[in-house]
Structure formats: C-alpha cells, structure tokens
C-alpha cells in the first residue's frame, strides 16, 4: 500500500472549515484513500473514503487530485468535538488487498472557540 | 450490542509475566486486527487475521503471539511482557475488503513495571 504524507499539527477555528491535506503520490489504480479520525484515546472512527472521484457524506467531503497524488479532507463547519487526530490512509481493496489497514502518524487538529 | 469488546481495559503487569489481551466481535467479520498505539504516535500493527486459522504478523510482532480459532475471537498473548511493551492496545474488525468499515475496540491500557 503507498504511504502517505500529513501535515503533523494544524489549527482551525471553530465554525470554519477545516482542510487537512493529504500527500498519495505514490498512489497505485486499485487503491482507495481512507480517512480515519481518532478523538482523544478512543479507537478509531471511520469518515470517509474514495477513489477517484469526489465524495461526500454527513460528516465531511473528499476532494481527491484528478492525478490522484494528493487529497484533501474538508470538514465544513467545524467543531470542538472534531478535535481529534486525522489519518489519511491509502488501500489497495481489489486483488492485492492484504487484510491490513496501516496508519500512519495523522495530523492533529485543534478545533479552537 | 454489536461491536468489538476488549478486555481487559486496564492491566498491570511484571516484568517477565504473561498475560492474555482478549478481543470479540459479534459482527462476523473476516479481518481482524491487533494494533498498539505507544504516546504521541500512531497505531502500529502487531499481528492480523483475514479468518479462522488464518493469521500474519504486522509491522510489530516481536513478543506478541496471536491465534484464530473462531470467526469472533482474536486473542493476543504477551510471552513474556517488558516495559516496552507499555502501550493502549486496540483490535479491530471488519469485512473482508472494506476498508472503510473497520469497527474498534474501546482498548487496554496496559503497564508493564
């Protein structure tokens, strides 16, 4: 699976939206982009994933490079709660999925008031 | 209530002694995983399953032993515990091929003096 880059700590204001940007460019064709969040010592909590096109659900976008290279995790209106550190994983599902799911060392994001 | 349990969730062990962290899901899920997450840093692979009777060892497996007997049971044994094994400890599961649907454990906090 191709590793990943992450900014190690990033700031945002609460209400705003946070960007996390994610460095893939090792990225492969069968591998999907991850995001997993973890709040302060608990297990891991999936957000999103995709693939080539942009995704979109209750808790944040995914803009994924048209090169698939780089990503970004948008959280449109953050929080307090969303404090918490985010990881950015790439996996390959087809053929070549080992059954491993392998983090990296994530960005920390401080929401603050 | 469906999920991963671990217990125990707090442990304090010698030097030398051994011990049985224990993990169970009721999901039936092919893959299940044994991370250690040590200050500061991210989750490091210890051993994983992709079934029964099926297990392969991650990026950190020295002194940690692991065996598949059931579809919801995924127990990891310390042979002999050292200070550096001195970690929280999470499992995780999921369905084969799903990386966006990895369920964890609340984890075990473990000392070793």
């Known amino acids: 699976d191709a590793k990943t880059t992450q900014p190690p700590s990033m700031d945002c204001a609460e209400g705003r939206a946070a960007n996390l940007p994610c460095n893939h460019s090792t990225i492969s064709g069968n591998e999907y982009v991850y995001w997993y969040r973890q709040i302060h010592s608990q297990g891991p909590q999936y957000i999103i994933h995709g693939l080539k096109n942009n995704e979109t659900n209750e808790m944040a976008s995914l803009i994924i490079t048209e090169d698939r290279k780089s990503s970004t995790l948008i959280l449109p209106h953050a929080t307090l709660r969303d404090t918490a550190v985010y990881y950015c994983?790439?996996?390959?599902?087809?053929?070549?999925?080992?059954?491993?799911?392998?983090f990296g060392q994530g960005t920390t994001l401080q929401v603050k008031p | 209530n469906a999920g991963v349990t671990q217990t125990p969730k707090f442990q304090v062990l010698k030097t030398g002694q051994s011990m049985t962290l224990q993990c169970a899901q009721d999901m039936n899920h092919e893959y299940m995983s044994w991370y250690r997450q040590d200050p500061g840093m991210g989750l490091r692979l210890i051993h994983y399953s992709v079934g029964a009777g099926i297990t392969d060892q991650g990026e950190v497996p020295n002194g940690y032993n692991v065996s598949r007997s059931t579809t919801e049971d995924f127990p990891l044994r310390l042979l002999s515990a050292a200070p550096s094994q001195t970690s929280v400890y999470f499992c995780?599961?999921?369905?084969?091929?799903?990386?966006?649907?990895?369920?964890f454990g609340s984890g075990t906090r473990l000392t070793v003096v």
């Open positions: 995780a599961s999921s369905y084969k091929s799903r990386g966006w649907g990895y369920t």
């Open positions: 994983i790439v996996r390959d599902d087809g053929s070549g999925n080992t059954g491993k799911l392998i």
